[in-house]
């Protein structure tokens, strides 16, 4: 039954009970609720009075006078009337019918179904879906329901402005405009809200370049439409001077609003009237350097007394990356964890499948079937899809493709693959076409790309707007003609103008020839930018000598366009150059005069400071040497160390380096520190580094209390620098690392959750710092995501395993955007295989083992392929082990005894590998001693090759109880009941001050007492300790029973299966160790699947 839905402007909740409109709410009795949805199930037939009682009173001998009662019931709560109904009408001896519009929630399927989309594509390619595209803009229904939520209650507090956030083609402008502003304008309005008409504008369309107050013009313009077919609201005034009302008294004109919809449109079953002011890109907006940061407070603080005035409701758009800024306006920030910021979110797997299918559903289209594979182009392109959620502009632009290339009403596999599937479409034709181009016109791409590109400040790509009449020749005419006609890019008028633009900045993106000539002229088009900003400077100040380019690099810069062929500057920039090159050869000339007049006196004053000059400069040289070389030594060398894992060389360096820079600050002090310069930035930092280089030795040798004193000392110099250059990036990755390190170790050895927490939460601001500083930097990306991660492990070990899962993920679609987006990404790709095996494992713990073992194959496969170029990279090898070791433990579980026996081979053969380069390392140590206790419990050759009694002996001295306890089970097994004692009476010694066996905070603790309780229990039992034996079998029973409400890991299961028989094993002797192991033998894969 549907749960929810729409009757007219009212939100009826059937499981509540309930109509809600807005501010208002209402409850109905449960049987007028069952006759409200069984009309509006009907859509607009008539019910007759008997059908009503045996659809909702069956099996009651009772009249048609509850019918009645409960219509009458459901007009008062509807402010019905039944002489003039507007929502349930009465038919004359027939029976009832519903008269508003219904519109159940998730009714996608129908709405495709019904639709009638001829002639045309229903799907929009790179544009954004329009309100004319309503019909077939399917799988956001669930942020549209959100979108109406979040604007009642913004209208409730009286302050209905909204910011729609979202990465770069996530289907912000599809959701505003084809999703949530057609059901605002719909005749009746929706949950309360009515909106009489809207305007909306794309900031890339318009030249904010000028003054910012070009926004309020384009806003004026567009409100001289908004009116009726008798009267429109603003008759009398033109653009100009509602733009200068809108400024200087916009009470006025909400007084004039207001007057208005109190005349045209009083319709009282809203609770909210409206108009909507939709403004797009507002990254534009906010990256624009040229603008003043109090005209954008001026334009803000408009916006927000419009929308004060609950008469307009403000919705800006902006792409998420441009979030710091945005938190600089507190206008913005406003309401933001009350419904003003609406956060899109990359479309799941199935409204993924609802924007593919519906639209061919309304369309009347079909796919081909892969005859390979048995499967459907639908579900083929779901899967790629599936894999990039993001992809929304390249899945619509490749289904258009498919569309306009389709055969009959068939959309075609071959096609698909020819296009390169989603990924590689836009790319793909973009090159085709540009290839098909003469040379001449293929040349003209130069002068085009600096038309339609912009580089802000911060070196920030984004796509403007540029008129048709800005181009020089045929060739570039000739050059965007094609591309409009392959609908790569668009041609539209804006403000009376011809203009063109890209269809979507993923054809700058994605198109690998436009990203090669950004990189290779982005000094040019920075200082074209920086020219641009300084031009209007310099209009604005009346042409003031003080605003001409200063001497030196900018002017040098400037300079160097004028013979940039594919620049193209504007009268006034090139005459700013040359009235600034012609000021600084005047002061040349001048310092020229100058210099000569004092030369005689420089010579006498110069041959007396030679000698001591010459002697400072030989030794701050050495000194910047000394130092540039230690910064290598103790940076990127150290770093190298790091990803090879290499502690060995790595302890070398940073003790030499240490001892380097503390001589050095030493010497810098002076005669009796009287004088004493403070060390310089660069020298502290590097102690810092030393500091935190040593540590990490330390922790590596398992010395984890001097690690932490070491960390923490670096922590503090760290702190005290980041007081002096706090958006310093070298210095922020630095602090971040030095705070993960801390919280990892007060997380895994002093079991102090709340003070990692603490140190990950510092490690992400340090990182969202970073990606602050620099938003396109892919070391910046990398740190958020490696934070995200340390967040996830500590929401993993509190059995918080959706919220982990949640976390893991977006650490993982970080790394895959670097990954994606750099050449050399094998970093990128292995911290990937992190998040893949933490993703793996929370889905272990949710009971999803097929989803799991998936996942750890595929990191299997990544590691394999970065594997093979870089062999001996101690880090590859690390986290290939682990893998290894989980996807084997999970194989074993899940019976797949020839995949488990290969896992444990590599596993073996690659920590080897790993402690051949460093046979100290105490990480390594404990990998090998795990993958040699899977291996005795295995049929492999190399068991042999195990000393179970030396393993069982390292496994105590190291202090690692998962080995410990593999190794007495295996024992226990194979009846060596003696041998298995000493593990046995160490576990007992563990629990001794009942602590550990009472603590299940910490996850891998919590499991590893649940088996060591119960391998007590055998113990006990084996040696007829009846009492011991069935007081272990309690205590297990209680831990496993606390477990399995939290994870259904399958040591737990199997621990909480046998639990229910160990009273029944104690009580009978002669239910064997045979009957135990019986427990223990492995679930079919195929049972999990069912479950999974």
Known sequence: MKQQFYLGQWRVDVSSNTLSQGKTKKSIEPKAMDVLLLLCQQKGLVVSADEIVAQCWPNAPIGDNPVHKAITNLRRALGDKAAAPSYIETIRKRGYRVVAEVQFINDEQSKAVEGKWVDTSPFVGLSAFSSNESQVFFGRDALVRDLISKAAELFNRQRPFMLVLGP??????????????????????????????????????INIDTSAFTIVEEIAIRMLDWGNNETGLFDGFSASIL????????????????????????????????????????????????????????????????????????????????????????????????????????????????????????????????????????????????????????????????????????LKNKTYQALGKIDGAIGFKAESTFIKMPHAVQNALSSILPLIINLSGSNTITSKTAPWESLDNENERCFVELMVEQRLFVSFLNQGRACFKVAHEAVLSKWERVQQWIMEHQSALSAKAALNQQTQLWIENSFAEAYLIPAGKPLLDASALLTANYIRLTNEEKKLIKHSQRKVRAR????????????????????????????????????????????????????????????????????????????????????????????????????????????????????TEQALMLYEEADTRLLELLEEAEQHFELLKAAGANAFWIGHIHNTHNNDVDSAQSYFERYLKHSETMLFVKPSDSTAKLEVAYAKSSLGSLAYDRYQFEQASSLFKASLALKKEVSEGTENSEDAKLYATNSLSWIASANIHLGKYKDAYTIFSQAETVLNEIGQSDSANGSIIENHVAILIQKANLEKFLGLKQAYEQSLSQAYASILRALAQDPENSAWQKDKATVESYLIQSELPLKASVDIDALLSQSISLDIPWVTNRVAETLQMDGHWQKAKPSIDYFITSFSDDGISNDITNLENAIVTLKSLL?????????????????????????????????????????????????QIDENPKMSVDKYISQLTPIKYSQLQKGN
């Open 168 to 205: 770069s083609g996530s289907g912000k402008s599809s959701l505003i405009h084809a999703g949530f502003l057609p059901k605002l304008l719909s005749k009746k309005g929706i949950n309360g809200i009515y909106a009489s008409d809207h305007l909306s504008f794309d900031l890339a369309d």
């Open 243 to 410: 733009a200068e009302k809108l400024l200087s008294s916009p009470q006025q004109i909400i007084d004039r609003v207001k007057s208005w919809l109190d005349v045209y449109e009083p319709n009282t079953t809203n609770s909210y009237s409206c108009f909507v002011i939709v403004i797009d890109r507002l990254e534009v907006f906010l990256a624009d350097t040229t603008i003043d940061e109090k005209d954008k407070r001026t334009i803000f603080n408009l916006l927000e007394a419009l929308s004060e005035s609950n008469l307009f409701l403000v919705v800006l758009i902006s792409r998420n990356d441009f979030y710091p800024q945005i938190s600089t306006f507190d206008i913005l920030m406003k309401n933001k964890g009350r419904g003003a910021h609406i956060d899109v979110s990359p479309p799941s797997v199935s409204e993924l499948g609802q924007v593919i299918k519906l639209p061919a559903i309304a369309a009347d289209l079909s796919w081909e079937k892969d005859e390979a594979t048995n499967a459907t182009l639908d579900d083929i392109i779901l899967g790629d899809a599936a894999l990039a959620p993001n992809c929304l502009p390249l899945l619509q632009y490749t289904l258009q493709e498919l569309y306009w290339q389709r055969e009959g009403k068939v």
């Open 588 to 703: 040349n000339l001048f310092k020229g005069l100058t210099a000569a007049l004092l030369a005689t006196l420089a010579v006498l004053s110069f041959a007396a400071m030679l000698h001591s000059q010459q002697s400072q400069a030989l030794a701050e040289r050495k000194r910047l040497e000394a130092e540039n070389l230690m910064g290598f030594m103790i940076g990127d060398f150290a770093d190298t160390l790091r990803r090879v894992k290499r502690m060995d060389l790595l302890e070398g360096v940073s003790q030499h380096a240490l001892k380097y820079v503390a001589e050095a600050q030493e010497n810098s002090a002076g005669w009796l520190n009287s004088t004493s310069p403070k060390p310089s930035f660069e020298l502290r930092f590097q102690h810092a580094l030393s500091l935190q280089a040593m540590a990490e030795v330390r922790f590596y040798r398992d010395d």
């Open 1015 to 1063: 391998l007590i229990h055998r113990q006990k039992n084996e040696s007829n300790d009846k009492q011991l034996a069935l007081t272990y079998c309690q205590k297990a029973a209680q831990r496993a029973n606390e477990l399995i409400r939290m994870s259904k890991h399958p040591d737990i299961i199997l621990a909480f299966n046998y639990t229910k028989r160990c009273r």
